[in-house]
């Protein structure tokens, strides 16, 4: 299995930046992905962006595109999320995920497709 290990987050004002890190361990290659979620209270887990473990490419959702950037380490076996020009709407707790081998592409954005998980971390972005 994976094991996750999240860092950074933590409360700031809008339009300031923050990183997030995700440290893999364990069967790192029995991944094929690793990805980033958001669940803001109340509400589902939202498809942040992902990137492929070993080969590096990447996928961002529309509505943070723009704005935030997935990207790895293979040497320390990290994956970071900058997070730039945060609005108020991002306020989350996000985690990571890693996935097995994907036979089907939709379950890249989907909760379904990731079989082991971060412990979460807050991110709070106030006005």
């Known amino acids: 299995q994976v094991q996750l290990v999240q860092s950074g987050g933590g409360s700031v004002q809008a339009g300031d930046s923050l990183r997030l890190s995700c440290a893999a361990s364990?069967?790192?290659?029995?991944?094929?992905?690793i990805a980033w979620f958001r669940q803001a209270p109340g509400q589902g887990r939202e498809f942040v962006a992902a990137?492929?473990?070993?080969?590096?490419?990447?996928k961002h959702a529309d509505s943070v595109k723009d704005r935030f950037t997935v990207s790895r380490d293979n040497a320390n076996n990290t994956v970071t999320l900058q997070m730039n020009n945060l609005k108020p709407e991002d306020t989350a707790v996000y985690y990571c995920?890693?996935?097995?081998?994907?036979?089907?592409?939709?379950?890249?954005?989907?909760?379904?497709?990731?079989?082991?998980w971060g412990q979460g971390t807050q991110v709070t972005v106030s006005s």
């Open positions: 364990g069967r790192i290659f029995s991944a094929s992905t």
């Open positions: 995920a890693a996935a097995l081998p994907l036979t089907n592409a939709q379950l890249l954005f989907s909760t379904r497709g990731y079989t082991d």
């Open positions: 990137i492929r473990w070993s080969g590096g490419s990447t």
